[in-house]
């Protein structure tokens, strides 16, 4: 009977936690995720076969024994972008399932995730100095001026006014995988779909002309 109480006690303090925590990063009234699309962020749906394979192929230099998963030495220990710190922030927030590892298709939605989140948030950077001020998003992020206010609180995750590499992504991403399928599902339903529109064009002659 006190293990039940506990069990349902756990449950409780959880499903609390969640809730104050998802409302503090998301805008009032807003959705979460949903500050992604006023930003015109396209997720999977805005990279073609070329681009999923360039990631695959990336996949493949850090993945040194083959196994089709980047463990935490091969990702953290021995790689070499940025500082171990960082690489680490990104292997937890690359591994979806949270079974210690970052599979291809974990990998490949985290690169699109992120790497889109860079290109739209550093084109803001008007000045180009590599920071963006709050004022240069609320000009930039989108035609909602008083929502660009609001996003803004909720990356810039150290209150500084400024936004830098990496700290806006940890938000983003969570935003870009929030209520979705897995990392697995995503990025095999983007492929499915981009095979199966290449299949129907006429000819690959053809399709270089619709280019
Ligand atoms: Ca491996
Ligand atoms: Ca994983
Ligand atoms: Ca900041």
Redesign the pocket.
Known sequence: MNTLRLLTHSIFMFLVLHATYAKSIRPEGFKLGSPLDPLGAKMETGVDLQKIEGYSRFFDFT?????????KV?YVDNGNYLNPQSRAGIFNVSDNDRDGFVSRAEYILNRIITDEAKTIVQAMDANKDGKVERSEFIKHAMPDKKLAAQVFIDLDTDRNGILQIPEYLKVWGMWARYDRPSADKRISARKAELEKSNQAKPSSRGAQYLK
């Open positions: 993945d040194k024994d083959n196994d089709g998963k980047h463990s091969e």
